[in-house]
């Protein structure tokens, strides 16, 4: 990565986060955006201090939110000595320069801080070359006269045109340094798909989800491999992909890169190499996060995301991770506010999920405690099974 293209130092960071009810966002949705940012920041190494919410009947084209509500804000950083303030959602090239201007600060929107964290957790030169393309096709409309530190791939004496600007010449530079991170992706690319051709026959299956909910811990016990798993967001970017055998059927089992809501376009694009696991597979195995309160609202984020990478209805299984950390919250009989998730209980949304999955099959697990960790693995093999000897039917006295 260039220098200055990583934007939140290793040490702890105090920051605030703003957010807008405005359209069909309610108050209840807002404050989950902004825990789910407030998650993000942490990961990324920041410590929340305050949460600034506005109502809007849509963000302000020149400053997202109102002046007053900036000008609280500033007497709020200038008071608590506060070093960053993060946008939950994507802020124009002018709004940012707007609000930088009034507020003085380090200001980041919540595709800028997304992109931090994944530049933070590449490890791979796939997923470090992925993750800096989608950074200067992000930064690119974003320059300013103050973007002086760009590193140069070449001397000074030649690069300018008669007349050429600052400005004018970072653009050109990251333009040019755009299209050599495209051509190595090509190459990284071609390599990948020699590397799957040479998998043999074997089924693939490829975990997904929303980031968080147990994919890499799910890949270990399923493969007894040690894939990193950890309690924080994104905390795999490069796809991890093992030969798993269970009942004498081996197959190919892959974990991929967590989605999230309002996921920059600019790593979907790029990470869409990555993701060819995910288009290959023969089966997907979608995991929620049941004790999560919006998991419906995650597994539609997730199965909107997938439709972008691939089209294609694939065989699914969905797993209920987590039954573990399920808490039931009993109503009033006079409530009469809607029904939430967790007002049912984890039976009730068992028939429920079954029913609403029609053909889909279902399983509730608990990874951490590896509760019903064999049903899921006998439906894994049955789906397997079947794809198996769909394809190669002269096989099937082998299983």
Known sequence: MSEG??????????????????????????????????????????????????????????????????????????INAIDLV????????????????LLEVKILDRNNLILDIFASRARSSNAKTQVELAQLQYLLPRLTRLWTHLERQKGG??????????????????????TLLKNKLKSIDKQSAIQRGNRGQLVRVALV?????????????????EVFAEDKLFATLD???????IENLPFLLSDTVGFIRKLPHQL???????????READLLVHILDISHPNFEDHYRVVNETLMEIDKTAKPTIVVFNKIDAFKHVEKDEDDLSPMEANNYSLEDLKKTWMSKLNDTKSV?????????IEEFKTVLYKEVKSIFQERYPYHNFLY
């Open 239 to 245: 796809t991890t992909v093992r030969k798993v055998v």
């Open 209 to 225: 989800g929303y980031t968080n909910v147990g994919k890499s811990t799910i890949m270990n016990l399923i493969s007894k491999s």
């Open 86 to 101: 993060i946008f939950d959602d994507e802020l124009s090239p002018s709004q940012l320069r707007n609000i930088e201007k």
């Open 268 to 278: 979907v694009e790029s990470f869409k190499s990555t993701l060819d696991e995910v």
């Open 364 to 372: 509730f697990i608990s990874a951490q405690n590896k509760e019903n």
């Open 5 to 78: 293209h990583v934007l939140i130092d290793a040490t702890e960071e105090k920051c605030v986060l703003v957010g807008v009810i405005s359209g069909d966002i309610t108050e209840e949705n807002a404050i989950e955006y902004l825990d789910e940012l407030e998650f993000l920041a942490l990961t990324a190494g920041a410590i929340t201090q305050k949460k600034f919410f506005q109502k809007l009947p849509m963000p302000n084209s020149k400053t997202f939110v109102g002046t007053g509500k900036l000008q609280e804000i500033k007497e709020y950083i200038d």
């Open 157 to 178: 004496i030649g690069m300018r045109g008669p007349g050429e600007t600052q400005i004018e010449t970072d653009r050109r530079i990251i333009q040019q340094k755009i």
